[in-house]
């Protein structure tokens, strides 16, 4: 139960975090890495938007309790599993 909780809760963070992109910017600042890795493409609030995706993606897989098995499909190629 504390497993869906916590998956509840990062997937309504990541979910924030895209869509308050401009909020968050505003109030953190920017992100001197993604500035210098992506300024030509959004900076910082791409960089913002894909740890939102990040933790989208975690919530969700947290959520189902798939973790397991997105590891397994995720190093399926170095560990040889079919």
């Known amino acids: 139960m504390t497993q869906i909780i916590i998956g509840i809760i990062v997937l309504v963070t990541g979910t924030f975090l895209v869509i308050k992109t401009e ?3 505003n109030n953190f600042g920017r992100i ?10 959004g900076g910082s609030r791409l960089g913002y938007k894909l740890i939102g995706i990040i933790l989208i993606t975690l919530g969700i897989i947290l ?3 798939s973790g397991d098995d997105f590891m397994l499909w995720l ?3 170095l560990l040889k599993y079919s």
């Open 75 to 77: 190093l399926a190629p």
């Open 23 to 25: 909020w968050f910017l």
């Open 63 to 65: 959520t189902t309790g």
């Open 32 to 41: 001197s890495w993604f500035e210098a890795k992506l300024s030509s493409e």
